[in-house]
Nanobody, 127 residues
Framework: QLQLAESGGGLVQPGGSLRLSCAAS????????IGWFRQAPGKEREGVSC????????EYADSVKGRFTISRDAAKNTVYLQMNSLKPEDTAVYFC????????????????????WGQGTQVTVSS
């Protein structure tokens, strides 16, 4: 079964850090575009960051630029989202999603461009 699974969420104080993982099983995500999305209660899902299949090009939402970093570890078949200087407004369920069909220089913060989704991991930023 081809799956993505997120982990690493939890409760953290404002200003703290978390690292989310998006691990693939049943397939190699080495060449997939991977996006991170989040959905807060009562809000629409929004794109946070993405990394292209080539592993070089990345994008970030304005709200997380300078605080979040996306990276890929091909050997572990995992994409990470390092989140620093967390704010209460970062509280949400975080999802990763993949698409093997995008050009290797391209990724997107639009969820419609992804077809394989994980189940999500909760991130709560609160004192």
């Amino acid at each position: 079964q081809l799956q993505l699974a997120e982990s690493g969420g939890g409760l953290v104080q404002p200003g703290g850090s978390l690292r989310l993982s998006c691990a693939a099983s049943g397939f190699n995500l080495k060449y997939d575009a991977i996006g991170w999305f989040r959905q807060a209660p009562g809000k629409e899902r929004e794109g946070v960051s993405c990394i292209a299949g080539g592993g070089i090009n990345t994008e970030y939402a304005d709200s997380v630029k300078g605080r979040f970093t996306i990276s890929r570890d091909a050997a572990k078949n995992t994409v990470y989202l390092q989140m620093n200087s967390l704010k209460p407004e970062d509280t949400a369920v975080y999802f990763c999603a993949g698409n093997a069909g995008l050009p290797d220089y391209h990724c997107s913060l639009h969820q419609v461009e992804y077809f394989r989704w994980g189940q999500g991991t909760q991130v709560t930023v609160s004192s």
